[in-house]
């Protein structure tokens, strides 16, 4: 949660750990990643900013945020849904899109993304600004089958 000068909530992201209790919907089953315990799965989900917000640096405040807690709670995978006109932003945070865009039936169009979050090298190599991000903390030896599907979905 991102409060203003006042002390209002102005911002907030939700996390969820598939160890407690979030799935992949049905529609992507089996999911490409079935390997990766749960409890380094999180859904990340309502990243959401007020509209006078929009513009400023509070979302990547929470991006930020919401990477530095996955490293801190030993996630490697973070899953997330979101509307088609925002994969370009998530993209250049190093999330990967990993099937086509679908119709949810509660929150319409949604394309379905992850974001490996100790793939360092990829970071960098987009220039992403989570490279910068990790910056201090713990980053585990990549896993070479992430590696591997994030290079698929890449292709893809």
């Given at each position: 949660v991102?409060?203003?000068?006042a ?23 089996p999911a490409?990643w079935?390997?990766v ?5 999180a ?8 509209k006078?917000k929009?513009?400023s640096?509070?979302t ?9 807690w996955?490293l ?6 973070y899953v ?5 006109g925002?994969?370009?932003?998530f993209?250049?945070n190093?999330?990967?899109q990993?099937?086509d865009?679908?119709?949810c039936?509660y929150a319409?169009k ?9 793939n ?12 910068e991000?990790?910056t ?5 030896e990549?896993d070479?089958?992430l590696v ?9």
């Amino acid at each position: 949660v991102a409060r203003d000068e006042a002390g209002v909530i102005c911002g907030a992201v939700r996390i969820k750990l598939a160890s407690n209790g979030w799935e992949l919907p049905e529609a992507f089953q089996p999911a490409p990643w079935q390997w990766v315990a749960p409890e380094h799965i999180a859904h990340v989900s309502r990243l959401m900013v007020e509209k006078s917000k929009h513009g400023s640096v509070l979302t990547a405040l929470l991006c930020k945020a919401s990477y530095q807690w996955g490293l801190v709670n030993r996630v490697y995978l973070y899953v997330i849904f979101c509307a088609p006109g925002l994969v370009s932003m998530f993209k250049r945070n190093g999330y990967l899109q990993f099937q086509d865009v679908y119709i949810c039936q509660y929150a319409g169009k949604q394309a379905p993304m992850c974001l490996y979050l100790h793939n360092l090298e990829y970071f960098e190599r987009i220039k992403s600004p989570v490279y910068e991000w990790a910056t201090g903390y713990p980053i585990s030896e990549p896993d070479s089958g992430l590696v591997n599907l994030m290079e698929k979905f890449l292709a893809s």
